[in-house]
């Protein structure tokens, strides 16, 4: 099955700057999508990721916090801007594949 | 809207005991529904999706559609099965969006 190269794996950022996350997928899907999980806590999807298109958010989520790029089928990347220390939190990547979806190995943000 | 709902955050086993990890779900249609694995410091990984009905690692679950249940089953539990287990449905009329559960941490003490 397909596999995300996904990075960073971590950082630490200054409040009010930007972080961009990049997902590599070593072959074409169809769908990617973005997940947030905050200590504790189970995944929730930020967005779906078209290719060609923009991205579609789930309530709660807005383009010009986490604008992402999609610029063809084996990339994208989520960018979480203008950061608070409420961003702190791992962001995570995943494609849908023929049995199922995968996922990439996360980034640990830490907002300071 | 489809919801998952595991109800043990935390489920605590001796080696060798058999394990039963809940997964309840919320949709009336024809759900596509998976187990995930997320070991110590690694990736989520995909353990069981109903349609294919195999087993894995000597995991296996069944769906019950009259009790919108996909609940994990192991007869033995071993040590190297501790993990955080997540059940997740994909509703196809929501654009193949996976929703998950809270999860539930499985320990397998010696």
């Known amino acids: 099955s397909a596999v995300i190269s996904q990075k960073p794996s971590r950082d630490i950022c200054q409040r009010g700057t930007s972080l961009t996350i990049q997902c590599q997928v070593d072959?074409?899907?169809?769908?990617m999508f973005w997940y947030r999980q905050q200590p504790g806590q189970s995944l929730t999807l930020i967005a779906t990721a078209n290719q060609g298109s923009e991205a579609t958010y789930e309530s709660g989520f807005v383009i010009d916090k986490f604008p992402i790029s999609r610029p063809n089928l084996t990339f994208s990347t989520l960018t979480v801007s203008n950061l608070s220390p409420e961003d702190s939190s791992i962001y995570l990547c995943?494609?849908?594949?023929?049995?199922?979806?995968?996922f990439g190995s996360g980034t640990r943000l830490t907002v300071v | 809207a489809q919801r998952v709902t595991q109800p043990e955050k935390l489920l605590s086993v001796f080696k060798g005991a058999p394990v039963e990890l809940k997964c309840n779900y919320s949709?009336?249609?024809?759900?596509?529904l998976f187990w995930y694995v997320q070991y110590s410091r690694q990736r989520l990984q995909l353990l069981l999706r109903h349609i294919s009905r195999e087993s894995i690692k000597g995991f296996t679950a069944d769906l019950n559609k009259g009790e919108t249940s996909f609940h994990l089953k192991k007869p033995f539990a071993q040590e190297e099965d501790s993990a955080m287990y997540y059940c997740a449905l994909n509703v196809k009329t929501s654009g193949s969006r996976l929703t998950f559960g809270e999860g539930t941490q499985l320990t397998v003490n010696p």
């Open positions: 072959s074409q899907v169809t769908m």
């Open positions: 995943s494609g849908r594949t023929g049995n199922g979806y995968t």
């Open positions: 949709y009336s249609g024809s759900p596509e």
